[in-house]
């Protein structure tokens, strides 16, 4: 069965960086995409990175953009997400997803997710 289990979350300052790791089994990790998904308390889950299988494209959320940046090591069956200058407003739970089935930057169009890691960034 497919799982996808996340590490490299914690609290850091406001301005500081965090990189999260998805190590995924149980299917064909290097033909799929992958997605950063998160949750904050009470606002809306939003997919904030996604990297596509073979040509290694990469999808960012606006809040994203010159911010994070997605990669992955198919032969590790690892994606990354490296965030830089992080705020407060990126405190939230984050996921990683695959199993895509509609548009790279929806939330709702992931089959398989993982547990989830918590980020804090203290202002």
Known sequence: RVQLVESGGGSVQAGGSLTL???ASGYTFSTSFVSWIRRAPGKTREAVATISPRNNREYYADSAKG???IS?????NTVYLQMNNLQPEDTAMYYCATGLFGDPLSSD?????GQGIQVTVNS
């Open 72 to 76: 992955r090591v198919d032969v590790q």
């Open 67 to 69: 911010r994070f940046t």
């Open 21 to 23: 790791s998805c190590t």
């Open 109 to 113: 169009d992931y089959k398989h997710w």
